[in-house]
């Protein structure tokens, strides 16, 4: 079992940046590939960024590409996603999730999940 708590989350102006942190307990996060998901109030929950149990593969949504950025401290068990160039568009409850390097490299889509986080809320002001 692995639990999964976001943190970082808050209210800023459009242009600004947050960095979002997850930190796992229960196992180590090594032989997980991570995630984040998104879900606007009315919304599906949609794939924002992966990485890879390594590190060495990312893949992003197209939608923050070039302003989001995901990567990974195994050694502290936690995920970050560095949101630059924040747009109102943006505003949503983030979610972290988890699963097995062996059953999926990279996490896109919501039925890999194998763990989801609580969620940590980002909103962006216009």
């Known amino acids: 079992q692995v639990q999964l708590v976001e943190s970082g989350g808050g209210l800023v102006q459009a242009g600004g940046s947050l960095r979002l942190s997850c930190t796992a307990s229960g196992r180590t996060l090594s032989t997980y590939s991570l995630a984040w998901f998104r879900q606007a109030p009315g919304k599906e929950r949609d794939f924002v960024a992966t990485?890879?149990?390594?590190?060495?593969?990312?893949y992003y949504a197209d939608s923050v590409k070039g302003r989001f950025t995901i990567s990974r401290d195994n050694a502290k068990n936690t995920v970050y996603l560095q949101m630059n160039s924040l747009k109102p568009e943006d505003t949503a409850v983030y979610y972290c999730?988890?699963?097995?390097?062996?059953?999926?490299?990279?996490?896109?889509?919501?039925?890999?999940?194998?763990?989801w986080g609580q969620g940590t809320q980002v909103t962006v002001s216009p």
């Open positions: 990485i890879s149990g390594s590190g060495g593969s990312t």
């Open positions: 999730a988890a699963a097995p390097s062996y059953l999926a490299i990279i996490v896109r889509t919501t039925t890999q999940v194998a763990y």
